[in-house]
Structures are given as structure tokens and as C-alpha cells.
């Protein structure tokens, strides 16, 4: 290997054994920790092995394995991404709802490693204050708050994706002492993980305060930590409603204070990114053009940004990296992919303009976008909403359409015609940025039992700020927003969920917006849509879609065999792992 992601590099200072396992193996670059040694007495001695076991947990997150699990269990089974013709089979058979606890996606190993990874810091990086002077109490606290944050994420992912997790909150030095963790309730997992994001808050460094870019959006900083309180506080309202009247995990009021709480959090962010963004404006001595909410808006005249498509916004996001409304994005850099440090989005997304493992679904964008919407001509290689895109590639014959590809991350720029290559891909995998924020408090607003119209009129200025800036002319709008459509409860939460969908699609968020949706109307009824994306079975996937049960995916088998203490979701609990499906 030639060069690791260089932000995280950058946290180890000097060559060590870590580093030298980093940087002298393709295969190994995860295991900072020699096989068959225990930590406390033969590695645990200084500052640069602390930081290169932070590094691990990052890169871990950046694995191929990681980031395509998060594509797959945040977006496959929503409207907006189907298989190509030339199909994976654990696809496949996610997509059509044909889900085997023998799937590989239900393998969940690569997020409890870096839980693992994160507890080993949290747990032995004491012992180096008094074995290193260069290792100080203010080094021990940032490193901390980064992993007891790491830990937390891992865990919300988890919980998301299979709803009854183990929680794993102590380290296991080596395979043979791996201890069995019985399921908790989901309500149980949320509140551990806040626990932890509360401690954390206080402990990383502040957003903003590092030297570089890089390491203020590529490592978890405050502004992170309240972003991911925001979204398990909109999980934990989702499950509330749900469970409401029927667990002990649920107290009267409830509801009410996990949509405040995210509320606040998203405040909360919105606030420190605009403080900075004003320290920075005074620092450059410029005046700045004021636009809602301080969005980036897209540059150049709207006659040639409708010839050309062109999305400055696009490419400041997704072109280049850490834009100024980043906050949390994982660094993919040099030739990691080459590596095989990441080959996640490659793998699903594809590249040059070909399909990978994914792709858009027929009628999708037709049926949620506008054509002066630069979206979808950014997110995805479409020419047009209802033709083929350019320069995709299937296996089918020549005369027959070509799939419409995924582009976001992929194209450098836009419109989607300039690609990263499978060789140079640098694109950094976005975890939480500015609209995301901005939709998750809209929601939270409309969504709580106290909504107003002053809640709704808010919710709306949100979404009208982001779809407007997407436009090719902002102040000629096909089929603008109109406020006195949203003024109710149901009409307002619909159009945000909408513009999240429009905005957010392939970053990891529609099947978990759609399910939080199922949650709070303790239904499935109102998500059931997405299957009419197949042309075929579309019935049979509604009817496994029926229960709330089978909205989460099943535990992997390897797990139930090893850990008895495990139970397999009960709508995968009749399924025939050995039967082979067409």
C-alpha cells in the first residue's frame, strides 16, 4: 500500500509497530494491533499508538465493507435505487424483500469491529498518561469523546438497520474472550447511545478548531456529536410513538421531548455553522450575499445553467470535499481506492459513467422531480426524466434501454458526464451536512404533538430554501411551493419527507426515513409504494412488508450460532435459509 486516507495518517505521528501494519499491507491495514498480543502489557505506551488505534476506528468506517452495508441498509429498499440487469444476487433478493439470514448484507462484523476498536481506546488510552509526557489530559479527552461518538454511531447504524441489537460497551481483547451480549430494546439502544453522544459533546474538539479542513470535517467534532443527538433523537420520538402505551421504555411526554430535543441539536448546529461562517467572512474582509439559511447557491446565469446543467453547488458538495456545509463527511483520498482502502460507492455506484451493483429505478425520477431541477441531473446521469442516461452501460443488448446510473459521489462534476475513475476515486463519503440538519428539525417540528402553523410555516421556508437553490432559475419555478398547501400536520410532514428524498437520495437515508415514518404511524401501509418499482412480485414484497417486523433485516446466521443468547427477528423466523430462490 502506498498511502493511507491522509487526515487519518495525519493522526499518527511517528512509525511504530501501528504504523507499520498501516502502511505495509493491503490486507492488514486494519489491524493495528499485532495478532495474539494483549494491549494493556505490550502496547498501550504512547501518544502515537492511542492515535493509531483512533485511526483504525475511522478506517474501518471507511472500508469497502462499511460504507456499502451503509448504502444497502439506508437505501435499497426504498423507491429510489433497484439492481441493474446484470444483478447481485444478495441484492437481488433485498431488494425483492427475499431476505435470508444468510444474506451477506446481514452481517454486521465490520461496525461492531470498529465498536470494539472504539472501546479499546476508551478503555486502555488512560494507561499512556503516565507512560507518555507527550500524552496529555486534553489529548485523552478529545480521543475519547471521538470513540464513546465512534461507538455511538456504529450503534445507531446497527439499531436502524436490525432494531434488537446487542450492546457491546467493554472491550474484548482477542476472539476468545468475546462475550455474549443479549438484545435490547430498541428504545434501551437509543438511550445508551445518547448517553454516549452526551458524554462526547463535551469532550471533542469544537468544530472548527482544527488546523486543516480535513481534520475538521473528516474527524468528529462538536458539531457531529449534535447532529447525531439530532437524528437518535428523531429515532428515539419514531419508536416512542410506536411503543407508546405498550413498553415501560415509553413514559407519557415522551414523544413531545425527543422531537424538542432535536430541535434544539439541529439549533444547535445550525447556529455554531453560522458563526463560523461569519468569523470567516470578517477574517477574508468580504462582503457576503445573505441567502435563507446560508445556503450555497448555484453560479451563473440561468439561461446557460439550463443549456448546461452545470450545479456549482453539486460540485463544491460532491465535486470537491468538505464544503462549508459539511460536518461530518469520512476522507477518502489519493489512491485509497486503488488500495482497496475503499471500494464501497465504486462497488455500488459504479464508475465512468457503468452501473455497479445498483441503479435508479425505472420512473423515479419522472414521478419526484421537475425538469428544472438540477438534481436530478447531478445525482444521476439521466438527459432526461423519463429517457436512459448518458454513457450507461448494462448487459443487455444494444437494443434494449440502458439503466440510469447512480452519478452522486461518482461525478466530479456536473452534469454527470465527467467521472471518477475506479483508480483515482476520491470522493468522501458524507455522513451529515447543513440541509440534512436543516430537514431533520423541519420534521421534528411538524412531527411533534405540539406542531403549529408556526411550526409549519418554518417547516415549509426549510424546504422551500433548499428545493428553490436546486432550480435552474430560482425566480422561475415549475410548480413552486406554495405555503397554504402545507398548513396542516400530515401535508407539512409529507413535504418534508419529500424534499428530504430529493435531496438526501443515495446518501444513506431513504429506507431509514421511510421506516421512521412507518414507526410513527405504527403502520407500513403509507411506505408500501416503493415495492411498484418491480416490475414484477410487487405484491408479494407488500405483503412482506406488511408488519414492522419485516422492515428490519434479520440476524446473520454466523451470529445466531455463535451467540445463543441471540434471537432472529420473528419475520424471518419461518424462513428456510437453505431454500434457493429464483
Not at 460540485?315 to 483520498?333: A, D, R, V
Request: proline share 4%; glycine share 4%; aromatic share 10%.
Amino acid at each position: 500500500m502506498k498511502r493511507i486516507v491522509k487526515i487519518y495518517k495525519k493522526l499518527v505521528l511517528v512509525a511504530s509497530v501501528a504504523i507499520a501494519t498501516l502502511a505495509t499491507s493491503c490486507t492488514d491495514y486494519l489491524t493495528i494491533i499485532p495478532p495474539n498480543v494483549v494491549p494493556q502489557e505490550n502496547f498501550w505506551q504512547t501518544k502515537d499508538e492511542v492515535n493509531g488505534m483512533l485511526a483504525t476506528s475511522y478506517i474501518k468506517l471507511i472500508s469497502t465493507d462499511a460504507i456499502q452495508k451503509a448504502i444497502v441498509w439506508g437505501e435499497l429498499r426504498a423507491d429510489n435505487m433497484t439492481y441493474p440487469a446484470n444483478y447481485n444476487r444478495d441484492i437481488k433478493y433485498i431488494v425483492e424483500a427475499s431476505i435470508l439470514d444468510e444474506n451477506s448484507f446481514c452481517n454486521w462484523s465490520i461496525f461492531y469491529e470498529a465498536i470494539n476498536n472504539a472501546n479499546l481506546v476508551i478503555e486502555y488510552a488512560p494507561l499512556v498518561l503516565d507512560r507518555d509526557p507527550d500524552f496529555s489530559e486534553g489529548d485523552l479527552q478529545v480521543v475519547t469523546g471521538e470513540m464513546l461518538a465512534m461507538r455511538a454511531l456504529c450503534h445507531f447504524y446497527l439499531v436502524r438497520t436490525f432494531r434488537d441489537i446487542p450492546l457491546a460497551l467493554v472491550p474484548a481483547v482477542n476472539d476468545s474472550e468475546l462475550p455474549e451480549y443479549a438484545q435490547v430494546h430498541p428504545l434501551v439502544a437509543l438511550n445508551s447511545i445518547m448517553s454516549d453522544l452526551d458524554r462526547a459533546e463535551n469532550m471533542v474538539m469544537p468544530s472548527g478548531n482544527f488546523t486543516t479542513k480535513s481534520h475538521n470535517y473528516g474527524r468528529i467534532t462538536k458539531n457531529a456529536v449534535l447532529a447525531m443527538k439530532a437524528d437518535v433523537n428523531l429515532w428515539r420520538a419514531a419508536f416512542a410513538s410506536y411503543y407508546e402505551g405498550e413498553s415501560e421504555h415509553v413514559q407519557p411526554g415522551d414523544v413531545q421531548r425527543y422531537y424538542d430535543l432535536c430541535v434544539q441539536n439541529c439549533q444547535d448546529v445550525i447556529t455554531n455553522m453560522d458563526r463560523k461562517l461569519e468569523e470567516e467572512w470578517e477574517k477574508q474582509n468580504r462582503p457576503q450575499t445573505r441567502y435563507p439559511y446560508n445556503l450555497l447557491q448555484n453560479e451563473g446565469d440561468p439561461d446557460d445553467i439550463e443549456d448546461t446543467r452545470v450545479s456549482t453547488v453539486y460540485n463544491q458538495i460532491f465535486g470537491f470535499q468538505n464544503s462549508e456545509e459539511s460536518i461530518f463527511e469520512l476522507q477518502i483520498t489519493d489512491d485509497n481506492s486503488t488500495n482497496g482502502a475503499n471500494k464501497g460507492i465504486v462497488n455500488m455506484y459504479g464508475t465512468d459513467g457503468r452501473s455497479g451493483a445498483v441503479v435508479v429505478p425505472s420512473g423515479f425520477l419522472n414521478k419526484n422531480y421537475t425538469s428544472d431541477d438540477l438534481r436530478a441531473f447531478t445525482y444521476t446521469n439521466a438527459e432526461n426524466l423519463t429517457g436512459t442516461g448518458t454513457g450507461s452501460s448494462s448487459s443487455s443488448s444494444s437494443s434494449e434501454p440502458l439503466d440510469i446510473v447512480i452519478a452522486k459521489y461518482s461525478a466530479k462534476e456536473s452534469p454527470a458526464t465527467n467521472y471518477r475513475k475506479g483508480d483515482e476515486f476520491d470522493a468522501n463519503w458524507i455522513i451529515y451536512r447543513r440541509t440534512d440538519v436543516l430537514l431533520m428539525m423541519a420534521e421534528a417540528m411538524v412531527a411533534r404533538p405540539s406542531s403549529s402553523t408556526a411550526d409549519f410555516t418554518e417547516a415549509f421556508n426549510i424546504v422551500k430554501a433548499i428545493n428553490t437553490r436546486s432550480r435552474m432559475d430560482t425566480t422561475n419555478i415549475l410548480k413552486p411551493l406554495q405555503l397554504n398547501s402545507y398548513l396542516t400536520r400530515d401535508a407539512s410532514l409529507d413535504l418534508v419527507m419529500k424534499e428530504r428524498l430529493l435531496e438526501l437520495t443515495y446518501e444513506g437515508k431513504r429506507w431509514y426515513d421511510l421506516v421512521r415514518k412507518a414507526l410513527r404511524e405504527k403502520s407500513t401501509n403509507g411506505i408500501l409504494f416503493v415495492a411498484d418499482k418491480l416490475s414484477s412480485n410487487s405484491s408479494v414484497v407488500k405483503t412482506k412488508m406488511s408488519t414492522i417486523d419485516g422492515l428490519f433485516f434479520p440476524i446473520y446466521i454466523n451470529e445466531l450460532r455463535y451467540n445463543k443468547l441471540l434471537k432472529q427477528n420473528p419475520a424471518y423466523e419461518d424462513e428456510d435459509s437453505s431454500t434457493e430462490m429464483n
